[in-house]
């Protein structure tokens, strides 16, 4: 169903997201011993193309699993439609641990809740653990006039209709931010999906397209290099990582701002056991020094906790996704 949606038309997919969120998750009653797991190489899907956030902290994870487990941990890059691809492969997979999914909002919540037909439901994946979340930053082609968020909203009203947006997809979390954020400052821009955000940030660096919303972790090598430029963050405070950047709110954009959250999923129905084997490993990791360190460098805040844990943050992102459906401000296509 194309198009924004009225106060009275939140739509079918969102709610029965709700729905389905309310009641998550379950797992089989019998299930196999977790010190007999893993019992070959375990897969880690990264719905999105080598080089994104998604994609950094699956191979950092993965080094450190594959000690742990005594098993090689493989990396596997599914992009495509806003990573939805890449979370269908994971939530259709045999729920026995061995294919595992580093996801972020856009292909699992997004794509369930703002797609009219999504390839699968919020019950066919199961929450392992929330690992983290970092701001969404804005970076731009060198030559592009603006110097920060302010200026931009200027410049776009100056120009309706000119700003070329891109995204890692559609209903993919850089493209709702951009959604939320044209609702909230009123600016026109042309949105440009691509298959990751490698592409994406590719063709800005090349003057193919002017800017889009995106993370430190993925724009990180290209600003150093002077191939992009970074207007703002959108966090709550200034980045550690870019201490001279102003946020939104110091503009005075209010209500527009976006987070990037993480976490590792596995198919639906995998054994509890295995779940909670997998969430105590990964925590163990996430404690280590140098990837603390490792994360602090590249903006991202570590979480961590029990499955519960990543579960609520989904209940929570479902509901606030239908809010924003019903207030007009993102649409089910």
């Known amino acids: 169903m194309a198009g924004r949606l009225s106060a009275l038309a939140v739509g079918a997919p969102a709610l ?17 011993a977790a010190d007999a797991w893993p019992s070959r190489p375990v897969r880690v899907v990264v719905p999105f193309t080598p080089g994104a956030s998604n994609d950094i902290i699956g ?61 699968f439901t919020m019950a066919e994946l199961a929450p392992v653990i929330f690992i983290g979340y970092s701001p969404l930053i804005i970076v731009a082609n060198p030559a592009f006039p603006p110097r920060n968020a302010r200026e931009l909203v200027e410049y776009a009203k ?28 009123g ?58 950047v102003p946020t939104f709110q110091e503009q005075g954009i209010k209500g527009a701002d976006a987070i990037v959250w993480f976490g590792l999923d596995a198919p639906g129905r995998t054994p509890r056991a295995i779940v909670e084997r997998i969430n105590a490993d990964v925590d163990k990791v996430l404690a280590l020094p140098d990837v603390r360190a490792r994360f602090d460098t590249l903006g991202i805040e570590i979480e961590g906790g029990p499955p519960s844990r990543y579960g609520e943050l989904l209940k929570s992102e479902v509901a606030r996704l239908a809010r924003l459906v019903k207030a007009g401000a993102l649409q089910v296509d």
Request: hydrophobic letters at 45%; glycine letters at 12%.
């Open 16 to 32: 029965a997201a709700l729905a389905a969120a309310a009641a998550l998750w379950t797992w089989p009653g019998v299930a196999p």
């Open 59 to 119: 191979r950092l994870l993965g080094q450190k699993l594959s000690d742990a487990w005594g098993q090689p941990v493989l990396v596997d890059n599914r992009p495509g439609a806003g990573g939805a691809l890449g979370a269908a492969l994971v939530a259709k997979g045999t729920p026995d641990g061995h294919t595992l999914l580093v996801t972020n909002p856009g292909p699992t919540v997004n794509h369930v809740v703002l797609s009219a037909k999504p390839q």
């Open 158 to 185: 100056a120009n309706p209709g000119k700003l070329n947006w891109g995204s890692a997809g559609n209903n993919s979390n850089l493209h709702t931010a951009l959604e939320v954020f044209r609702a909230t400052t």
């Open 187 to 244: 600016i026109q821009a042309i949105h440009v999906p691509y298959k990751g955000t490698g592409p994406s940030l590719a063709d800005i660096a090349g003057g193919q397209i002017q800017l889009m919303f995106t993370t430190w972790v993925s724009a990180e090598s290209l600003v150093k290099a002077g191939r992009l430029r970074v207007l703002s963050t959108a966090g709550a405070k200034r980045m550690a990582s870019l201490p001279n």
